[in-house]
């Protein structure tokens, strides 16, 4: 991403154009933010949002607001590895959220109750989580510990 990044004001190679008029520059960043960073997997006709957090050591936090979402919009925040925030901004209805860390962690709460750490592996990599039901207008925290 940064490699692409630095380089959104150079000339592109055919000497017309920066690298940033192209929209596969826009596209690529986007997708690594959503994807890649906040590890966003959306299921519009569910209504359901996966998340896991993908931010390097060296970034503290990301949010996004507005994200779409079914007939929704979320807004999601990770706070590094361990901490993930979920605002519903949609109208009506609500939306089930699994929000997944990294690792098997000993512990895990719901808008600060504690819950039963529960482990999944997905292709290759273990993560604890939680699903929560947020509804429209509604945010809730989901924070792992140990």
């Known amino acids: 991403m940064r490699y692409v990044y630095d380089r959104a004001g150079a000339t592109h190679s ?8 192209y929209p596969e520059i826009a596209f690529t960043l986007l997708g690594q933010t959503v ?15 996966t998340t896991a957090s993908g931010l390097p050591a060296g970034m503290g936090w990301l949010q996004l607001s507005s994200v779409p979402v079914g007939t929704g919009t979320v807004t999601l925040r990770h ?3 361990t901490r993930s925030t979920l605002t519903d901004t949609s ?5 089930t959220w699994t929000a997944r860390f990294t690792g098997a962690h000993s512990g895990i709460t719901v808008d ?8 999944v592996t997905v292709d290759g990599t273990l993560y604890t989580y939680a699903t929560v039901t947020v509804p429209a207008g509604r945010t809730s925290v989901v924070e792992v510990t140990g």
């Open 35 to 49: 994807q890649g960073l906040l590890g966003v997997q959306p299921d519009a006709a569910g209504q359901a949002l």
């Open 14 to 21: 055919t000497g017309r154009f920066l690298n940033g008029d």
């Open 112 to 119: 600060g109750a504690a819950q039963t750490a529960r482990t």
């Open 91 to 95: 109208a009506a209805g609500s939306l």
């Open 79 to 81: 706070d590094g590895g």
